[in-house]
């Protein structure tokens, strides 16, 4: 497939584009930096914004499918939402479908009713970003567009692609220990899966050991 991809620097973002190339997909990379990204074949490197829709919708023409690992900085929490609409329009825009972007884990249940960001326990430093994200997944919810939104599990960080894991559609993945974790090499994998099969199509889920 034509896959451009936004954020593809980022920690999540370059796993992507890992999986993507060795898959075999065409992919756009777009960053705000484009000497942060090596040349590879199958890979072109372009700077652009995702928070201005008119440069999404000249940036995605004619792609198959657009993948959003966009994160914002602590201190610019809103541009979450902000880039969420910038990207939904852009794609209007230029007549894409698919959407797929990287979600956050605090707004899946642990319980019923009851989701991780309103937990007694959960961490005073992360409830902005948490909040961010679940915002943003409220507003693609309504997008009049292929959309998928992609959690990971609590703990998402560098490891190990096993292409071994467990997917759920709103609820927390824990394992018998209770933790809920995901290396970013096998959210990736998922997140391609995703993209290639089509199973959870208007729907957001989310993955985890």
Same mark, same amino acid.
């Given at each position: 497939?034509?896959? %451009? ?6 920690? /999540? ?12 997909? +065409? ?15 199958? %890979? ?10 008119? *440069? ?10 657009? /993948? ?7 201190? +610019?929490?809103? *541009? ?101 974790? /995901? ?27």
């Amino acid at each position: 497939m034509k896959v %451009v991809l936004f954020g593809a620097s980022g920690m /999540i973002g370059s796993r992507i584009l890992s999986e993507l190339v060795t898959r075999g997909h +065409s992919v756009t990379a777009v960053v705000r930096d484009t000497t942060k990204l090596p040349p590879v074949d199958g %890979v072109t490197a372009k700077q652009g914004d995702c928070l201005d829709a008119d *440069n999404v919708a000249e940036l995605v023409k004619g792609s198959d499918a657009v /993948i959003s690992a966009y994160a914002p900085g602590f201190t +610019s929490l809103g *541009n979450l939402v902000l880039a969420t609409k910038a990207l939904i329009a852009g794609l209007q825009k230029a007549g894409v479908r698919r959407l797929l972007v990287v979600g956050g884990a605090a707004s899946l249940e642990v319980a019923p009713g009851v989701q991780l960001v309103d937990t007694p326990t959960f961490p005073p430093d992360w409830k902005g970003i948490a909040l961010a994200h679940r915002d943003a997944l409220a507003v693609i919810k309504g997008a009049d567009l292929d959309w998928t939104s992609l959690s990971p599990a609590a703990l998402i960080e560098p490891g190990v692609r096993t292409g071994t894991f467990r997917l759920a559609t709103d609820q927390l993945v824990v394992d018998e220990k209770g933790d809920s974790k /995901i290396s970013a090499e096998d959210f990736a994998v998922a997140m391609v899966d995703e993209l290639e099969k089509g199973v959870h199509v208007r729907q957001r889920f989310t993955v985890g050991y």
